[in-house]
Structures are given as C-alpha cells and as structure tokens.
C-alpha cells in the first residue's frame, strides 16, 4: 500500500460543490497530526477550517492560496510513513497535480527562487522549479508523460540522486507562435483577462502572453490597445477606442463565495415567489424606556441588551398567534413548521449571511439575548459553520443600524416572511392628543403571496407593531 496518501476535498454539506482555498495553515515539510487543521477554505456559505485525515508528513500542496477547487480534488499529499526512509520516484507513488492548477499561478518567482510549498527552486537531479516540488527531471525520464501535456526540454545535465520533497509535476510549456503571430496551442489568460479583451475588441489569439507559462496578461491586453490606437480609425476602431476608455481605472472584483450565493438565491426568490411588502410606522418610545431598565437589572449588566432583542420577542410571539406565516411552499403543499428557526441577517467581511437561531420559539429572554450575541460575534469572526445558515425558516433584517428607516427586502428561499426592521429616531408624534417627540421606527414585511394574504400579513405585522408599542403590556396579555 502506497505511503503517500492524497487528500481530497471533502464534501463539506448543505450541497457545496467548491471551496476556494483561503489560506494554507501547513507548508511541504511540515509534521501534522491526525485532525490537526491544515487549510482554511470558503464555501459559498461559511469559512471553514479542514483537518487532517491522516497524521504524517506534508509532501505536496497542489492548489494555492485563492484557487477555488471542486469536491473531490486532491488538495495536499501527505507521507503517512516518513521515518520508513527516501521516497521512490515511481508514477505509483507520488502524487501529481493537474496541468490547470499550474495555469492558475499568477505570479512567476524569481530564477533561482523558492516558494515552500508552492514553486520549487533548483533542485537535485537536473530538476525543473515548477508549482509543487522539483517538478520533471531533465534528463531522460522513464515515466511516460501524461496525455495532452506538454514536456519540457532541458539539456541533460548529470546530479547525484536525492530524496524526492514532493511529487514531480510535467511543466506544461508555453503555446508556441507561428509566423502570423498566432498561437498554435490553446490560449492561456484568466477569466477577468479574457473578459477585458472581449470588451476591448481584442483577439486573444494575436498576443504573445508575457505571464507564467506564457500566459495572456491583463497589461499584454492594454498594450495590444494602445498599439491599435495609432492607426488610423475605421468604424471597428472607433469602437474599440469608446470601449477602451477608462479600462485602466476600472476594478473588477470575481463574483464568488457568499456574494455569489447571494446572488443566486436572491434573483431565484425575486422571480419565483411573487413578493408583497407591507409597512408600519410605530412609537417605541416605552419600549426603549423598558430596554433602559432592563439593563439596569443586576442579572443583566454582562448581557447584550438591544432593541433588536424585542423585535426578535415580538416576532417569535406574532408567529404563535400566526402559524401559517412561518411555513414553506412545497409546490403542492404548504409546509407549516411548529418550531422557528430565527434567522437574523448579519453583514460581514465576506457579505451578507444569514444564520439563524435553532428552535428559537422555546427560549427565554435571556437565552435569545445570548443566542443573539453569539450569533453576531461567530459571524464578525467569520467562523459561522454552513450548518448555522441552513433550515431557516423566518428572518430579520436589521437595517436600521446603518441608520436605514425601511427597506423592502427579499425573501430568503424557502421562507414565506422576512421583516426588516428601520433606525429607532426622536420624531415629532402625536401622544395623547399632543405632538411630542417619540422614539419611532418604520417596520418593513415582505411575504410569500402564495401563503400569506394581505389580511395575514397585516394582523402579523400590526402584532409586532403592538408589542414594541408597549412590551411589558403585550407579555402580560399574549403569554
């Protein structure tokens, strides 16, 4: 049995398919222990840390930092034996990456320079720096090289044997230019790279790339720009001259991770459950007075004491007098759930997530304050688990702390409600008979037009508006 042991990455749940490899947390070298945590990886959910399936001896680390891998991929190899001696040189033993994790390397290290892990330098045995370790030998090799890679050639140069760090890689070599200026093989240019030279009028086919293994960069493309610019303009020129305009000062940021999750859900709920929003306006003044002497209780003093706190309350009691609002459209169902899974919408570093508060219904007070606070601080950290941002089933939506009144915001999928919940301001309002200056707030509720009417929605969102009207009034009289 083979001692070099690749390790894949896991499926990590809730029907993620990729990762992008955020930082390694181990190098080629190291010693690591079984489930010692070795690389950081972002789904479209959460940042998670993975550990190590077995206990050994990094050989190899195929992907770098910010590559986005798929399910399933080898990600790192690890010599579960090292104190048995010197690893052979055998396509049985070691382990080789794809040819694609070598096109993504954006940055060509220096000659003669190493990078741990990633570009190996000069190495024993006439070896090529390549991604991960010496890479091919460049004197004649017995492996047949793999199908449809290139292979580097390198005049023969006699050096003693040495232990193998990490897995030999082909060095797929660069398209070759015939004497039109085309590239006889595929062209090799990142995403954003192609995407600029599709706006700009530019063949990627007529460019020599600049970049690592020959690859079309994004300086190569503007170069290509500015060499056209000095002839004459025809109708195309012209045309490519207006695309161009402005190309240097623009920023293009890859949609991906929980912004493109974002992205997806959101545009799937928008066109597939038809969406009605409804709004109130309300005096919180006594329930701003009820949170000030809540604070002041001895037993409270450590606890996160926030007018989202009652908001949470007075939703999770709106749904018991209202158990239809908290339910899924099954197609030819409605699906009423008899527990609340809160979810509560919190911005981050990463972009919006949702995580929610499991069977929130059944706890206290105090327990929703430290739910809440612990949800809010995992998600700053961003150490919130996919797990956390599944099964919800009802969510707020703060906007308020970015000094925001309302907004109407979308349905998170699978969800029939979502309130969003407006800055708490001094405003003049008429109390008892007199205008006075009141703390008001404006409550937004987008719902499931399918599941709730417009007399549903209402009696839903008038139950909130009372409970943070008067609180301590509303707990005597609905529980």
Not at 469 to 478: F, N, R
């Amino acid at each position: 049995m083979s001692r070099i042991k690749e390790f894949n990455l896991p499926d990590l749940g809730e029907g993620l398919t990729e990762g992008e490899i955020l930082a390694w947390l181990v190098k080629v070298g190291d010693t690591i222990e079984l489930n010692q945590p070795i690389v950081e990886v972002e789904t479209a959910k959460a940042a998670v840390e993975i550990p190590a399936k077995w206990a050994g001896q990094v050989q190899a680390i195929f992907h770098p930092e910010g590559t986005t891998v798929e399910v399933g991929t080898p990600i790192i190899a690890i010599d579960t034996d090292p104190g048995a001696g010197p690893i052979e040189s055998s396509a049985e033993e070691l382990p080789t990456p794809s040819a694609a994790s070598l096109a993504a390397v954006d940055i060509a290290p220096a000659e003669g320079a190493v990078e741990p892990g990633l570009i190996g330098g000069p190495a024993p045995g006439g070896r090529t720096a390549v991604l991960v370790g010496y890479g091919p030998r460049t004197t004649a090799a017995k492996r047949r090289p793999r199908k449809g890679a290139a292979q580097a050639t390198a005049p023969a140069t006699p050096a003693a044997p040495a232990p193998v760090v990490a897995a030999p890689v082909p060095v797929q070599a660069a398209p070759t230019v015939n004497g039109n200026g085309h590239h006889g093989g595929p062209v090799l240019a990142k995403p954003p790279v192609r995407k600029l030279a599709k706006d700009l009028g530019i063949d990627l086919r007529t460019l020599t790339g600049s970049g690592p293994l020959g690859s079309i960069t994004r300086e190569d493309v503007q170069q290509a720009v500015a060499a056209s610019s000095a002839e004459p303009l025809t109708v195309g020129a012209a045309a490519t001259s207006a695309a161009s305009f402005g190309a240097d000062r623009e920023q293009r940021i890859p949609v991906k991770g929980v912004r493109k999750l974002t992205a997806e859900n959101m545009s799937r709920s928008a066109f597939t459950a038809p969406h009605v929003t409804e709004f109130l306006t309300i005096d919180m003044t006594r329930a701003m007075k009820a949170l000030d002497r809540l604070r002041g209780r001895r037993e409270w003093r450590d606890v996160r004491v926030s007018p989202l706190l009652l908001v949470a309350k007075a939703v999770l009691l709106a749904v018991k007098r209202h158990p239809m609002v908290n339910s899924t459209w099954a197609g030819d169902e409605i699906v009423v759930k008899e527990y609340v899974n809160l979810g509560i919408a919190a911005a981050t570093e990463r972009g919006l997530i949702v995580p929610n508060i499991k069977d929130a219904g059944r706890l206290t007070l105090r327990e929703l304050a430290d739910a809440m606070t612990d949800l809010v601080q995992t998600a700053k950290a961003g150490k919130t688990s996919p797990a956390a941002m599944s099964g919800g089933t009802l969510t707020i939506t703060n906007v308020g702390v970015f000094g925001v009144d309302t907004g109407t915001p979308i349905l998170p999928p699978g969800e029939s409600a979502i309130l969003a919940f407006g800055a708490v301001r001094e405003q003049p309002w008429v109390h008892k008979g007199k205008v006075k200056p009141r703390m008001v707030t404006t409550l937004a509720l987008s719902f499931d037009h399918r599941i709730i009417d417009g007399e549903l929605g209402s009696k839903f969102l008038r139950d909130i508006g009372d409970f943070l009207t008067d609180p301590e009034a509303a707990l005597l009289a609905w529980t």
